[in-house]
C-alpha cells in the first residue's frame, strides 16, 4: 500500500490535483485474483477548477502491475445521478487505500437514491457487451475467465431485484443466485484462475443461454432519482475541504 500511495502522491503533485479516496476495483476487489493479475486502482480527485488551461475529466497511468485510473469528482457525480455501475462498484470497495468522508457521504447517498431500473440495464449491457464481444463469436474454445466477468453482471442484476438494494462487490456473496450448475461452473473457474489469468476450455452452453435470457429481459421502472441540489453541496465541501 506504501508504494500506491507513493504513486499517487507523485501523480497529486504533477498534475496539481488532489485525490479523495482510492480504492481497488477489478479482480481483487471482486475477490477471484490470480497471482499473476495487476492491481486495478481507482480513485476520485478534485482540482483547481478556475485555472486557464482547463481542467482534466481522468487521469491514466500504468506504473508496473498497477493499472490507476482517477476520475474528477464532477465526472462521477454526473455518472452517479445515472446509477452508473462503476460508480457503487467504486463506493462499495472493501480494498481501500485512501479514504474520507466523501466516500461514505457518496456511498450511504448512492444506496438511498440510486435507480434499480437504470442499474440492473447497466449490469445488463455489460453483461451483453463482454458476452458478445469475448464468447459469442470466438469459437468452440473461449478465455473461461470471461464468463465470470459476465456472470457476476448477470448475478447483480438478480441481487437488485431480490434485495432491492446495490449488489455487494464480492462475488461469494452474490453467486448463490445463479442456477446450481452455472454456480459450479463459475466456482470452477474462479480456483483454476487463481493458478493462471490464462484459463482456455470449452464453452458452456448452458450458462450462455442463462446469461442470453436477461439481455431482452423487462425490468419494472421506479421512480427512484438524486436530490442534484445535495450532490452540488458534496461538490462544493469536498473543494473548499
Known amino acids: 500500500m506504501k508504494e500506491i500511495l507513493n504513486q499517487i502522491k507523485q501523480i497529486e503533485k504533477e498534475e496539481n490535483i488532489k485525490v479523495l479516496f482510492l480504492i481497488e476495483s477489478g479482480s481483487r476487489g471482486w ?15 478534485v ?6 488551461d482547463g481542467t482534466k475529466n481522468q487521469i491514466d497511468r500504468t506504473i508496473g502491475d498497477n493499472d490507476i485510473v482517477l476520475w474528477d469528482l464532477k465526472k462521477f457525480l454526473r455518472l452517479m445521478i445515472k446509477s452508473n455501475p462503476s460508480v457503487w462498484e467504486w463506493l462499495s470497495s472493501d480494498i481501500i487505500y485512501l479514504d474520507s468522508d466523501i466516500r461514505k457521504t457518496l ?23 463482454n458476452f458478445h464481444k469475448y464468447i459469442k ?8 475467465k ?18 432491492k438494494t446495490p449488489p455487494p462487490k464480492n462475488h461469494k456473496e452474490l453467486i448463490h443466485l445463479l442456477p446450481e450448475d452455472v454456480k459450479e461452473f463459475f466456482e470452477q473457474i474462479v480456483i483454476d484462475k487463481k493458478e493462471s489469468e490464462s484459463l482456455e476450455g470449452p464453452r458452456n452452453r448452458d450458462a450462455e443461454n442463462y446469461i442470453v435470457s436477461f439481455f431482452d429481459k423487462d425490468f419494472e421502472k421506479d421512480k427512484s432519482t438524486f436530490d442534484v441540489e445535495e450532490l452540488n453541496n458534496i461538490f462544493k465541501d469536498s473543494i473548499n475541504g
Not at 137 to 144: E, P, Q, S, T
Request: hydrophobic share 35%.
Open 47 to 52: 482540482q483547481d477548477y478556475l485555472k486557464f
Open 146 to 163: 470471461k464468463y465470470v466477468y459476465v456472470l457476476r453482471s448477470i448475478a447483480c442484476v438478480s441481487w437488485i431485484e431480490k434485495h
Open 107 to 129: 456511498k450511504e447517498t448512492f444506496e438511498n437514491n440510486f435507480s434499480r431500473y437504470a442499474l440492473k440495464k447497466h449490469y445488463v449491457s455489460m453483461a451483453r457487451q
Open 31 to 45: 475477490g477471484w485474483a490470480s497471482e499473476d493479475s495487476d492491481y486495478d486502482i481507482r480513485g476520485v480527485f
Open 137 to 144: 463469436g470466438i469459437g468452440d474454445k473461449a478465455n473461461l
